[in-house]
């Protein structure tokens, strides 16, 4: 079965994913628009468009509180790590504080492990994303590209993992959200490689601020390597969809050197 010309999305299409996916796809997919309609509105001075972009803000809380919702009703909601109550304000005495290559290192603190939480989450929703989508791709290029975006997924899933059992501390487990066996695609190649674009701009944003809020150095080095990692796949990415003329050109400043030449 073929997409008819210039469609990118084929509705009778068999699904490639389950309701649970579905539910975490919608959880997650809401928390990143509060998060770029708030920068939106933060930056915006006409009232009409900040009023358009709080109604967005609004809307994009409304879809991860009713995914949660349905989650918890159904009884796949998996918890964050939590760790006891503070029952008193300290403050950091040494600069052993930020240390994490040698010695000691201190237990993760409740930031960094959010963080990491949030990230590895984030991965899990990409792998199984990029899986399915692996499974549909028309062309050999693209197909070969989800494949290598569902690997780092899957390797940085692992790594967040670790950082968290190191510390004796519950990891989210695999979810029930792996793709079906659905080789029928019900997405165009430019639709499937535009969202992951997207998610590779989400997480290179997520890691420089998680890199921002996380003192310990050998958790700043890990977010660094892997900000490389995805800013490579996201680059090549980025010329699969210049070669195959689906990127279109967002609006830019005058090239005063240019005028200046003519």
């Not at 309609?37 to 915006?44: I, K, R």
């Not at 780092?152 to 989210?172: M, N, Q, R, T, Y």
Request: glycine content about 4%.
């Amino acid at each position: 079965m073929t997409l008819p010309l210039n469609t990118d999305v084929n509705k009778e299409a068999p699904r490639l994913f389950t309701d649970d996916f579905y539910l975490f796809y919608i959880q997650n997919v809401g928390k990143m628009g509060m998060e770029f309609y708030t920068m939106s509105l933060s930056n915006c001075a006409r009232l009409d468009i900040c009023e358009y972009f709080t109604e967005c803000l609004n809307e994009s809380a409304r879809l991860p509180n009713k995914a949660t919702e349905i989650m918890l009703t159904k009884g796949t909601f998996i918890r964050a790590p939590f760790i006891p109550v503070s029952k008193k304000v300290e403050y950091v005495q040494k600069q052993s504080y930020i240390a994490g290559w040698f010695g000691h290192r201190r237990p993760l603190n409740a930031i960094e492990m959010s963080q990491i939480y949030f990230n590895l989450i984030q991965n899990q929703l990409g792998r199984t994303l990029l899986m399915g989508f692996s499974q549909v791709a028309k062309s050999k290029q693209v197909r070969d590209y989800m494949v290598r975006g569902r690997d780092i997924a899957d390797k940085h899933v692992e790594i967040f993992g670790s950082l968290l059992s190191k510390e004796f501390l519950p990891s989210a487990s695999a979810w029930d959200t792996m793709p079906t066996e659905s080789t029928v695609t019900p997405f165009s190649d430019k639709l499937m490689m535009f969202q992951t674009a997207t998610l590779n701009a989400i997480g290179i944003a997520h890691y420089g601020r998680a890199l921002s809020l996380s003192p310990r150095r050998d958790l700043g080095a890990n977010y660094v390597r892997l900000t490389a990692e995805i800013s490579q796949f996201a680059e090549d990415g980025t010329n699969i969809m210049i070669e195959n003329e689906w990127l279109e050109q967002p609006p830019q400043a005058t090239d005063r050197d240019q005028l200046a030449s003519t």
